[in-house]
């Protein structure tokens, strides 16, 4: 699987066998986490207590712009998961009997996510946007020469939602604040039950651009939220997240890094940020470690998708370029 196993074993495989012949140039510390996708932070913590430093973490968690374009990630988005649950009645109750006079727990979060909900330009509320650090003109200039936002969405069979995505994806991926709602709960949409819903549940994430406060913007959404809750209705609202990262390409280790990743694969680096979120990263932003984040992962792949694969051609591309990432990373103090 592309994430993160594909991606990560070159990396350890290498280090080991370079090792074993007593060939390794560099001092390497793997650090695996397993708690990324449930909100763990035993990773943030042993990086907090690790007195040691680093001179460079290298996290191999990333994808390539196409299958000829290997890429340097510089910035990741943060991230706010909520958990939303209404009650409004011990039971479900009978619509003929009930209904526009009892409360319907699915209206109520409905009200309640249409507070929050981005507009149908896909941009959100002045609210959930506030703190964005804006790309730099280099950043723009070198995303206007990337592929069209309209194929970058279509190459996995999604639909656009304006206009606009085509000229404005990278922007929108990297340097801004989306929110999606990743499931509802509510009622019974299989069955024929004339009812009023007595629970409802959804949850929904909210990624946040650079400069971004998770807590902030949680907050703010769960202030919007409450503003619909009607009095005597019943609503839960659980929310936790992490903060992005942006790391200067020209940082000596991530310069090595890009020079690395060419040398290996014969390809130009392209520089871009990605959409989504790796909570370690800003712990290592914080300790002023500088990241060099790469990956060969692709579109087809199927990243967070039925059949999640990675071809054999990745896993090469991974070994030659962790080959060369550890002979580079040796000169990293010297800025060679």
Not at 11 to 16: D, G, I, K, N, S
Not at 241 to 258: E, H, K, R, S, V
Request: proline fraction near 6%; aromatic fraction near 6%; hydrophobic fraction near 40%.
């Amino acid at each position: 699987a592309c994430d993160d196993k594909g991606n990560f074993f070159p990396l350890l495989y290498v280090a080991c066998e370079l090792a074993e012949k007593d060939e390794l140039p560099v001092n390497v510390r793997c650090l695996i986490e397993g708690e990324e996708e449930v909100a763990g932070t035993s990773a943030h913590d042993w990086l907090v207590a690790d007195d040691r430093g680093a001179d460079c973490a290298v996290v191999f968690d990333s994808d390539m712009m196409d299958a000829d374009t290997p890429a340097l990630t510089i910035a990741v988005r943060g991230i706010v998961a909520f958990s939303v649950e209404v009650r409004c009645a011990p039971r479900d109750l009978h619509s003929g009997l009930y209904g526009g006079a009892a409360l319907n727990s699915v209206h109520v979060l409905h009200a309640m996510l249409d507070r929050v909900l981005p507009g149908p330009d896909g941009l959100l509320r002045d609210e959930l946007r506030a703190g964005i650090t804006p790309p730099t003109p280099e950043e723009l200039d070198s995303w206007a020469s990337f592929v069209s936002g309209d194929e970058v969405v279509s190459e996995v069979g999604g639909r656009p939602i304006d206009p606009s995505i085509a000229t404005d994806y990278w922007r929108r991926n990297g340097a801004d604040a989306s929110l999606d709602v990743n499931g509802i709960e509510g009622g019974d949409a299989v069955q024929t039950r004339t009812i009023i819903p007595a629970t409802a549940r959804a949850k929904f994430t909210i990624r946040l651009a650079p400069g971004q406060s998770y807590k902030e913007i949680g907050a703010a959404a769960e202030a919007l939220m409450r503003e619909a809750i009607p009095p005597n209705a019943d609503a839960t609202i659980e929310w936790d997240g992490n903060d992005g990262a942006l790391f200067d390409p020209t940082q000596p280790a991530l310069a090595l890094g890009i020079k690395a990743i060419e040398e290996a694969s014969g390809m130009t680096v392209a520089l871009q940020r990605s959409g989504g979120s790796i909570p370690v990263l800003k712990t290592f932003y914080d300790r002023g470690i500088p990241t060099i984040l790469s990956g060969f992962a692709l579109a087809a792949d199927a990243i967070h998708g039925v059949d999640e694969s990675y071809r054999l051609e990745s896993i090469a591309l991974g070994e030659r370029s962790a080959r060369r990432l550890y002979e580079n990373l040796s000169h990293v103090k010297d800025g060679r």
